[in-house]
């Protein structure tokens, strides 16, 4: 089986003959392993600008770290950061480029901030009269969807549309979805390379990739965390650690307060859809509790196909809030936004409810976006 990402079928006709900006990070690579911007250079592409986003073009710097603007070393080509200094593309960079072309190794997780990059970018294209160019790449969490919609109300950076929190879409499919059903850059030349799986691949998932699992940013540092990420990242909205700081971040969360087996015995099961609980304790180098010893618990993939994290997550998070209600906090706005509501966290929905809620959207969008990004 071979798999050919967006950067793996040059040369495109679409690019020929134009300068390109190119957004994107060391996490792009075509499938000889060279960078996206190298892959492009190789074939004749003009490539006069390249901007990055969180974490910078390295992928490397600390989420939420700002990232000044730079020079690629290879290559000399200016770097312009859309995680610093700008927000947006700067007006006079349009001056440098005909096309804006975007390698981005998207991760199919609400929380993510890359896609919300692209979509600020394909608003500032559409305004300037500048044509968009996805090079796609498989989801590496395929198309299955878990969780719940966000809500109106609790856009960010973190999730700008009503998607549930796995969505099961490639990058490209997600800004083709935000274009045709959310209304987003009237007016954009959008055009998406869509990634080709040969033999053609049904669900596919990373492991059917071929490639060795490159970190898209500095946390997510194995398939299996990135597994689990759907449900640990909601601890990053309380004072839980969701592990930063060991060798296992998104896979252990925990806290000094927390007792182990009585998270385990509250959340009543240690065997999920994929996945298991386990006791921990681990002491964080850097992040929450830096330098303490903190209970936990281990989230160990024990299937990545049957993986289904959001559950669970969800039942310790519960367990731990009612064991221990003086110890326990949520950063609510943080949280909000990344569940996607407040409901839970106020009590006007319990946890059973929530769950039930997320099982009926999910199994909605799942229909749903099959008629948007065909």
């Known amino acids: 089986m071979s798999y050919l990402a ?196 049904a669900e596919p998932l990373f492991t059917d990739f071929g490639r060795q699992w490159r970190n898209p940013s500095p946390n997510l540092r194995s398939f299996e965390a990135l597994c689990c990420y759907p449900g640990t990242c909601l601890f990053e909205g309380t004072n839980l650690s969701e592990g930063r700081g060991t060798d296992t971040p998104f896979m252990n969360v925990g806290a000094p307060f927390l007792d182990s087996k009585a998270v385990l015995e509250a959340v009543g099961r240690r065997e999920f859809d994929g996945l298991a609980l386990r006791e921990i304790a681990f002491t964080p180098e850097t992040n929450k509790y830096a330098g303490e010893r903190c209970g936990g618990i281990f989230f160990e993939v024990t299937d990545v196909r049957r993986c289904r994290a959001f559950e669970p997550a969800l039942r310790v998070l519960d367990a731990v809030r009612k064991l221990y209600p003086n110890d326990f906090s949520f950063r609510a706005e943080h949280f909000d936004r990344l569940l996607g509501s407040d409901r839970y966290r106020l009590g006007s929905e319990s946890l059973s409810e929530l769950l039930s809620r997320a099982e009926i959207q999910s199994e909605e969008f799942q229909q749903e976006k099959i008629d948007y990004i065909s």
Do not use: W
């Open 6 to 201: 967006g950067i793996d079928q040059l040369p495109l006709a679409c690019l020929q003959g134009r300068r390109c900006a190119l957004l994107t990070n060391a996490g792009a690579l075509a499938a000889d392993g060279s960078r996206s911007v190298d892959a492009l250079l190789r074939h004749g592409i003009d490539v006069s600008l390249l901007f990055s986003r969180e974490h910078g073009l390295a992928a490397t710097a600390a989420d939420g770290a700002d990232v000044a603007d730079d020079v690629d070393g290879a290559t000399g080509i200016p770097v312009i950061s859309l995680y610093g200094q700008h927000k947006e593309v700067p007006e006079d960079a349009f001056a440098r480029f005909d096309t804006m072309v975007v390698d981005l190794p998207d991760v199919g997780v609400r929380y993510y901030t890359y896609p919300d990059t692209l979509f600020t970018v394909m608003e500032a294209c559409a305004a300037a009269g500048r044509p968009v160019v996805v090079l796609d790449r498989a989801n590496p969490l395929g198309a299955v969807v878990e969780g719940p919609c966000l809500e109106e109300g609790f856009c960010s950076a973190v999730g700008r549309y009503g998607v549930p929190v796995r969505h099961g879409m490639t990058l490209g499919e997600y800004a083709m979805f935000a274009v045709r059903k959310c209304g987003l850059a009237q007016g954009v030349d959008l055009t998406v390379v869509k990634p080709v799986f040969q033999p053609a691949v």
